[in-house]
């Protein structure tokens, strides 16, 4: 890990301000401004169309934003490419699984681990070891991947491929760590591990977790950001979020227990 | 793993043997018409595999590439007033010398082809290749400063003069040439680099939120094939003692692509089985008769319909109709139709099975529509 200087530390992960992202005549994102403090854990809820999966797009920036800025850890990277961010400390999984299906788990997080790393071309072979395969091994415990560590990728189960999502992801050395519905597709044995596993996060990687899993989501959250139609309308701890009124009318009144991803 | 490791074992050992034996017993004419040419056409296929399975890279600019090696050689190691056209232009470099700078540019080719092409995918990758290698064709066609326009260049000598004065020594350097950029390419796929090809062959918008320049990699994959296609490249013209647009043009260009598909586009070692079946077929198809029928003036025909079965019959080559043979004969994974690298027998943790690459396009940004939220 780097450590930055100290207006770095102070600032917080990430700092959206009057963030808008349009695909033609859809206003995805509307004139978004919200702070997520270092070392913090905000999950992001709001029903299927609020722009949550949008609003990780633009932040990880596989989509720049048509409008507003985007600062991580007090550096403006709104224009920046995604593997930069990537560099800088933006670690994220993917809603529906984005993996190397030819390679094997062990392969594949010795990738991850090696992508934030120099050398990146380097055409020798690692030796048994290599930092980068110990610690892809290290990961695959970490995730529950250890037995099927020299397994291929495609013939993972749904379960193990969301595991080794998170596992991807926290092999890129996260200081902002975006898991986007990490528990989609789980069973309810496999959503308690996943919960454990993020609750035994150091303090230092800062957590934005978008969910619909209100128990996964309610027990890892510090605060909470409800979004509806592109902007966020309401942020709170999860009490407060529970007691919401209107976040009760929009989401929470007929959508738990509905959508799955 | 022990009983297969040693059935390969004995399986590359009888087969080295075989050909090396080869030039020693067999006629010239199989010695360089059929042995060194088919070495010289499976290293350029080698170039195409390499690209589409480790990359996911179908590239219709390998026989381009390996057209520019020739032309650099001549132009390195011809002396000016060999020139056929009488331009001006020709170093007089030793063969070596010339051989190590042709390849060297054609790698740098490989390298612009890469930037050039490097963000597109699928069918638009299939056709920016292609007009790279039909605007290299035109290019050397219609210049006669440089590339001596049609008539090209002849006089072009090995390192062991003409491959006729002594065909076991020129079956030779192929064949060490090929074995040495077969090894180096088995090396490069278990390293990081040769990794970071196969994570962007299989997802290049994960490999760049993992901090990866995807573009870099791919320009990096197709530098490498074009230094193998310059190896292909040089043999080529030391094979032919001349160069001309016919070496680069539509299809030649074509013939690697098939010579690639006939072997099986997953499997390395294909493209020299490939060669070898192609080559075969080219030259014996106008001497065959099937029923009466001869095909001396459609010989065309049959190697189209040779083609046609072995993608009908085995979409995955030669290579992978006789893998899944033998898979079903020792009931080993006999129903399995993946593709399992050859160069992978050894798995170790870098060894990966050769995803089977489409032609259709991909889209890099996968769930990137505005609805999937």
Not at chain 1, 35 to 64: H, M, Q, S, W, Y
Not at chain 1, 222 to 236: F, H, K, L, S, Y
Not at chain 2, 98 to 127: E, N
Not at chain 2, 344 to 368: F, H, K, N, R
């Amino acid at each position: 890990m780097t450590f930055g200087t100290a207006a770095e530390v102070s600032a917080p992960a990430l700092r959206l301000q009057g963030v808008g992202r349009r695909f033609g005549a859809l206003q995805a994102l509307h004139d978004v401004s919200m702070e997520v403090a270092a070392g913090e854990r905000r999950a992001i809820l709001g029903p299927n169309g609020a722009g949550k999966t949008t609003l990780f797009n633009v932040v990880a920036g596989d989509f720049l934003p048509t409008s507003g800025s985007v600062e991580l850890f007090g550096t403006n990277v709104t224009s920046l490419t995604p593997y930069a961010r990537t560099r800088l400390g933006v670690c994220r999984t993917y809603q529906t699984s984005q993996l190397f299906m030819g390679l094997t788990v062990a392969q594949s997080l010795f990738l991850a681990i090696r992508g934030v790393q120099k050398g990146r071309f380097d055409p020798r072979r690692p030796k048994a070891d290599d930092p980068a395969r110990i610690r892809s091994t290290e990961i695959a415990e970490t995730v529950g991947l250890a037995s099927v560590l020299q397994a291929p990728v495609g013939s993972l189960s749904h379960g193990q491929q969301r595991q080794l999502e998170v596992g991807m992801a926290l092999a890129g050395n996260p200081r902002l760590l975006m898991l986007d519905e990490p528990a989609a597709g789980l069973s309810r044995s496999e959503r308690v591990v996943l919960t454990e596993l993020l609750l035994r996060l150091p303090r230092d990687i800062t957590v934005i977790l978008v969910e619909h899993d209100m128990d996964v989501a309610l027990a890892v959250a510090d605060r909470v950001t409800v979004m509806a139609e592109g902007t966020p309308i309401v942020e709170g701890n999860p009490s407060e979020i529970q007691a919401n009124r209107t976040v009760q009318d929009i989401y929470l009144g007929h959508a738990v227990g509905v959508h799955h991803g | 793993m022990s009983w297969v490791r040693s059935r390969q074992g004995i399986f590359t050992v009888v087969a080295l043997l075989i050909l090396v034996i080869y030039p020693l017993v067999m006629p010239r004419f199989w010695v360089l018409s059929i042995g060194s040419y088919s070495i010289i056409l499976g290293i350029a296929a080698l170039s195409l595999v390499f690209m589409s399975g480790y990359g996911g890279m179908v590239s219709l600019a390998q026989a381009a590439l390996a057209g520019f090696a020739a032309y650099m050689l001549a132009l390195a190691t011809l002396t000016p007033s060999t020139n056929a056209t009488g331009s001006a232009i020709g170093f007089a470099l030793p063969a070596l010398v010339g051989a190590v700078v042709a390849v060297v540019l054609t790698t740098g080719l490989g390298a612009l082809f890469g930037a050039i092409s490097a963000r597109s995918y699928g069918t638009y990758f299939l056709m920016l290749t292609l007009a790279l290698a039909v605007g290299f064709f035109y290019i050397v066609l219609q210049n006669y400063d440089i590339f001596g326009g049609h008539i090209g260049f002849a006089g072009i000598l090995g390192p062991t003069g003409q491959p006729r004065e002594n065909p076991a020594l020129f079956y030779y350097i192929c064949l060490a040439t090929a074995i040495a950029a077969y090894l180096g390419l088995r090396y490069i796929v278990r390293s990081q680099l040769g990794l970071t090809f196969q994570g962007v062959r299989d997802n290049p918008r994960r490999m760049a939120a993992l901090g990866y320049r995807v573009a870099a990699h791919r320009i990096a994959l197709f530098a490498i094939a074009g230094f193998v296609a310059g190896l292909s490249g040089v043999l080529g013209a030391w094979y032919r003692g001349n160069v001309s647009p016919g070496i680069v043009d539509l299809s030649r260009t074509i013939d690697v692509l098939i010579v690639a598909v006939i072997g099986g586009l997953g499997y390395p070692i294909g493209a020299f089985v490939g060669a070898v079946v192609f080559v075969l077929m080219d030259v014996f198809a106008s001497s065959i008769s099937l029923f009466g029928f001869r095909f001396d003036e459609r010989f065309n025909t049959l190697i189209g319909v040779g083609f046609v079965v072995i993608v009908l019959v085995a979409p995955d080559g030669v290579v992978g109709l006789v893998n899944r043979a033998w898979q079903s004969a020792t009931h080993r994974g006999g129903g399995r139709r993946r593709a399992v690298d050859p160069l992978a027998a050894e798995a170790g943790l870098l060894a990966a099975p050769v995803a089977t690459t489409s032609i259709a396009p991909s889209d890099p940004a996968g769930d990137a529509t505005p609805s999937n939220q």
